[in-house]
C-alpha cells in the first residue's frame, strides 16, 4: 500500500493501530496532545506509557498538530475513548482530506447525544465517509504484532472492502461487513458485559457462572444491538461474539478487570479506561425503550450506579422465572 493515514488519539489503540498501518505499508502519523509521549515515540519508537517496552516501527511518527496529522490523509483512524470523540472530532473534520474515511475505532455510545460512534461521524463528514473498525484485538498484542482478526464496516460495502483491504497486513486480516449497527453496538455492549464477567471472577463464583453469565449475556447483545438493527449473523462475528470471548475471559481486558476489583471489593480509582461504565446506563436505557430484555446489562448498570450490591444482583438474577432457553 501506498499513501497516507491518520490515527487520531495517541493512546493503546491508537498507538497499535498506527503501527498495524505503517507494517501495512502506508505512511502514517500519529495524531496526541502529549508532548512527551511524541518524543518517545519519535526518538525511542516506544510509548511506555501505554504499551510499555513494545518496539514500533521505526517510521511510525507522532505529531500534536491536527492539520499536520491529517493532511493528505485518505483514511483517518478515531481512537479516542468514546465519550470524548464527540469534542474531538469538530475541530479535525475542516482539516480532512476531501472523501477521506473517518473510522471510529472507539467502543461505546455518546452519553451526551446518545448516538452511537458512527452516527457521531455521521453528522460531520456524511454517512457514506463513516466506518467502523471492531473486533477482539487487544491493543498490546496488535502493537506487538501476533495475529488478529477485525471486522471493518461501512454503509457501503465496497468503502468497507477498500478499508479492509487497506487496513489488512500479514498479522492482521480484516473482513468487510455493510452492518454499522452490528459491528459497533456488538463492540459497545460487550464491555458492559465484560465488567459483569468479571465481577462473577472476582467474587470466585466459579467457571461454570463465568459460561453461563457470558452465554446469557450474548442473548442479551443480540437482542438490544438486533432492536437498533444489528443484524444477527454480524453478532455472532468477530466483533460480537469474538470480543465477547475475548473481553470476558482475561484481566487484559480493562472491563473485565474493573469488573473483578468490584468483584473482590478492591477500590476502583486507580483502573486504567473502562468504556463498559459509561456504555452500561446507555445500554440499559436503551433496552428499556425498546422493550428488550436485558437484565444482565440492567444489573451492572444498577450495580455501577450504587443501588445494588453485588450480592443482590446475583440474588436478583438468579430468581428470575424460569422461562425456555431461546
Ligand atoms: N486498548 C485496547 O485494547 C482497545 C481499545 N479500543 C477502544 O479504543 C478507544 C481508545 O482506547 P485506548 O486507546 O485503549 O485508551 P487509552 O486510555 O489507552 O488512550 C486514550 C487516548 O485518548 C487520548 N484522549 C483522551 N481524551 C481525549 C480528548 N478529549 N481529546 C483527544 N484525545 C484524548 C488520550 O490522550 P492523553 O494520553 O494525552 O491522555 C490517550 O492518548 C476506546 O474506545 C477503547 O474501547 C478498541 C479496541 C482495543
Ligand atoms: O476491546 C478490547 C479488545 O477487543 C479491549 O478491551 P478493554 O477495553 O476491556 O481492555
Not at 480532512?96 to 460531520?124: H, N, Q, W, Y
Not at 452490528?182 to 467457571?207: C, D, F, S, Y
Not at 444489528?230 to 469474538?242: I, K
Amino acid at each position: 500500500m501506498s499513501g497516507k493515514i491518520a490515527v487520531v488519539g495517541a493512546g493503546a489503540w491508537g498507538t497499535a493501530l498506527a503501527a498495524s498501518v505503517v507494517r501495512a505499508g502506508w505512511s502514517c502519523l500519529l495524531l496526541g496532545r502529549d508532548s512527551e509521549t511524541a518524543a518517545k515515540i519519535n526518538e525511542l519508537h516506544r510509548n511506555p506509557r501505554y504499551l510499555g517496552e513494545i518496539e514500533l516501527p521505526e517510521t511510525l511518527r507522532m505529531t500534536l498538530e491536527p492539520a499536520e496529522a491529517l493532511a493528505g490523509a485518505e483514511i483517518v483512524l478515531v481512537a479516542v475513548p468514546a465519550q470524548t470523540v464527540s469534542s474531538a472530532l469538530p475541530g479535525l473534520a475542516a482539516f480532512a482530506a476531501p472523501g477521506s474515511v473517518f473510522v471510529s475505532c472507539a467502543k461505546g455510545i455518546d452519553r451526551e447525544t446518545g448516538r452511537t460512534m458512527s452516527g457521531l461521524m455521521a453528522t460531520l463528514v456524511g454517512n457514506d465517509r463513516a466506518a467502523v473498525l471492531s473486533g477482539p484485538s487487544f491493543a498490546i498484542d496488535v502493537a506487538a504484532g501476533l495475529p488478529t482478526a477485525v471486522t471493518v464496516a461501512a454503509s457501503d460495502i465496497k468503502t468497507a472492502k477498500m478499508l479492509a483491504e487497506s487496513l489488512s497486513n500479514p498479522v492482521l486480516r480484516c473482513y468487510a461487513s455493510d452492518d454499522i449497527p452490528g459491528v459497533e453496538l456488538g463492540g459497545a455492549l460487550k464491555n458492559v458485559l465484560a465488567i459483569a464477567a468479571g465481577i462473577v471472577h472476582g467474587r470466585q463464583l466459579g467457571a461454570s457462572a463465568l459460561a453461563a453469565l457470558t452465554t446469557r449475556g450474548f442473548a442479551e447483545l443480540r437482542r438490544v444491538a438486533a432492536a437498533l438493527g444489528g443484524r444477527p449473523e454480524t453478532l455472532v462475528g468477530l466483533s460480537g461474539l469474538g470480543d465477547l470471548i475475548l473481553t470476558c475471559g482475561s484481566e487484559k481486558s480493562r472491563n473485565f478487570a474493573y469488573g473483578a476489583a468490584i468483584g473482590r471489593g478492591a477500590p476502583l480509582d486507580e483502573l486504567a479506561l473502562a468504556e463498559g461504565v459509561k456504555t452500561a446506563a446507555m445500554a440499559a436505557r436503551i433496552a428499556r425503550e425498546h422493550g428488550v430484555e436485558a437484565p444482565i446489562i440492567a444489573a451492572v448498570d444498577a450495580v455501577l450506579d450504587g443501588g445494588l450490591s453485588v450480592e443482590a444482583a446475583i440474588d436478583r438474577l438468579m430468581s428470575r422465572p424460569l422461562k425456555t432457553e431461546t
